[in-house]
């Protein structure tokens, strides 16, 4: 008997009717008190953004905001609704197609509601709740590994600090002076990429693909393309400092890769759909972004050496560096930020095997009907580690270093204080134009006035008299005209000062920034 009661006891729910007040108060306290504390966090990394001035994180950062607030409103739809998708009955023969178990347990009261009529429900309150953990769990997952790959690329870029600090030493102004010249095959460009496989497509790719592998970016290729990258778009013998170029520029497209775009949902979606028992994806679902890991990483190795393979065509003399042409026409369809979104997808993909095997070890345990066997959860893990390691560590340096060499150069080659300032010029010039405007119309409506009268005529009326004390209203134009150009070039001066800090950007074309 007290058995049974016992039953009874722990069969029942507790809801808020017979909760103590003072529970319910104390959890809803609990949950203010987290996240006032995780948005006061999130606060000061704004606030610490903004000082830094690196206004790409701060909108990387509003991406992450953004993503948190979908999820949050897809947890609201999902727990409003539970109870409604709960009772919807399908075909019992229809339940039971694309299981990722073979021997699902389902004794919920809607899945007993709907075996009465001889049908199954379409999705149980406990797979609600269950989704609603998957989708934080992949929000987690996918920032953490954003994050941490680009932190371990920043950290491999940090080491060419001491390769961009090699070009204005002596020996290297020495080694690639202009006035030197040399047969192509002397350079040490030349000799790492010319080779017998490199006139050959077969050939070439198999090379390329080994290549990422050790030595994916060496000095001379970070040496070649560097002064590619400032013959085409600067001044020659400019100063420009290409490391920091190359870093605001990844740290932009940082920015981009952090969101989840609705093409990225829609594989998501499809990857939840192919984890069915029947299509058995832990053999070649986990082996996609490896495999298409090594297809950019190779490509991108495939556009250095078709640089080389440029140059060498159009002339057999060099004249002090090896000169390489940027140019869309190397990348995939003349589009270098395709392989952005390929960085993109590569990352989500690999960051939702972890997140989905982690969600399944937390709910199901590690031994459920997901990852049966140990061959499973080992490919799962090591395909999403490997694939992160590779990606951030050799991939992604090669890419922002390779991606810079497209016809135009992107925006972030300017430092963020320059386009503050490059901003307020532009205002000031189009107010300065509008000023002009105003006052060249102005002129001829007077000289039609004047030509009206046949003499000069005065009168004692002292709205209508000449005032000599009085400033005319062309010479307060004038005036503010005067304090707009030295609002310029106080502004062109403060431009130069950055340019002799080392990030110039003189001699170069603004229709080449993209």
């Known amino acids: 008997m007290a058995g049974e009661e016992e039953t009874t006891t722990t069969s029942s729910e507790t809801t808020l009717e017979t909760t103590p007040t003072w529970v319910v108060a104390t959890v809803v306290f609990v949950l203010i008190l987290v996240s006032i504390f995780l948005e006061y966090l999130l606060h000061l990394l704004a606030k610490y953004f903004n000082k830094k001035r690196r206004k790409s994180l701060i909108q990387a950062l509003d991406k992450i905001k953004s993503e948190l607030m979908l999820l949050g409103f897809i947890s609201l739809l999902l727990t409003v609704t539970e109870k409604r998708i709960a009772n919807i009955c399908i075909p019992k023969n229809v339940g039971e197609t694309f299981l990722p ?38 929000a987690f997952f996918h920032c953490l590994s954003c994050v ?7 950290a491999k870029i940090r080491r060419w600090k001491s390769w961009e600090a090699e070009t204005t030493t002596l020996e290297y ?15 040490s460009f030349a000799m790492r990429h010319l080779r017998f496989w490199s006139d050959h497509k077969f050939l070439r790719w198999p090379a390329c693909f080994a290549r990422q592998f050790y030595s994916s970016v060496s000095k001379v290729d970070y040496f070649t393309l560097r002064h590619g990258f400032i013959t085409a778009h600067f001044s020659e013998g400019s100063n420009f400092d290409f490391q920091k170029y190359i870093k605001r520029a990844l740290v932009k497209d940082f920015g981009v890769v952090v969101g989840i775009s609705l093409w990225i949902w829609i594989f998501s979606v499809l990857f939840i759909f192919f984890n069915a028992h029947d299509f058995h994806n832990y053999l070649w679902l986990p082996f996609i972004p490896l495999l298409m890991l090594l297809v950019v990483g190779t490509q991108l190795q495939g556009i250095i050496t078709r640089m080389c393979l440029d140059s060498h065509n159009r002339s057999q003399v060099v004249r002090g560096t ?19 979104h390929f960085m993109h997808f590569i990352l989500f993909q690999s960051s939702f095997q972890l997140a989905f095997f982690t969600w399944t070890w937390y709910e199901f345990g590690l031994r459920s009907c997901f990852h049966r ?11 999403g580690v490997l694939v992160h390691i590779l990606c951030g560590y050799v991939t992604l340096p090669l890419y922002a270093l390779v991606t810079q060499m497209g016809t135009s150069m992107k925006k972030a080659v300017f430092p963020e204080n320059v386009v503050e300032g490059l901003k307020r010029w532009r205002a000031n010039a189009r107010k300065k134009i509008a000023l002009k405007s105003n006052y060249i119309s102005a002129r001829p409506s007077l000289e039609t006035a004047s030509s009206f009268g046949t003499s000069p005529s005065f009168s004692l009326d002292p709205s209508h008299s000449v005032m000599f004390d009085r400033v005319p209203e062309s010479d307060h134009l004038a005036v503010e005209m005067v304090e707009d150009e030295e609002r310029e070039n106080k502004i062109t001066r403060e431009a130069e000062m950055e340019q002799q800090k080392g990030d110039s950007f003189g001699g170069f074309d603004l229709r080449n920034v993209s």
């Not at 809607?110 to 992949?138: I, N």
């Not at 941490?148 to 920043?154: A, D, K, P």
Request: aromatic share 12%; hydrophobic share 40%; glycine share 4%.
């Open 148 to 154: 941490l790959t680009f932190s371990l690329g920043m």
């Open 101 to 138: 178990c073979n021997d699902p347990l389902n004794d919920s009261e809607e899945e007993a509601k709907c075996q009465d009529q001889g049908k199954v429900s379409l999705l149980s309150r406990q797979g609600v709740k269950e989704l609603q953990y998957l989708m934080f769990t992949l």
């Open 173 to 187: 102004l020495f080694s690639n002076d202009p006035r030197r010249f040399q047969l192509i095959h002397q350079t």
């Open 322 to 340: 090896f000169p390489v042409r940027p140019s869309d026409d190397f990348f995939w369809f003349g589009w270098p930020k395709l392989l952005l």
């Open 373 to 383: 066997s140990t061959e499973d959860i080992v490919i799962r893990v090591v395909m």
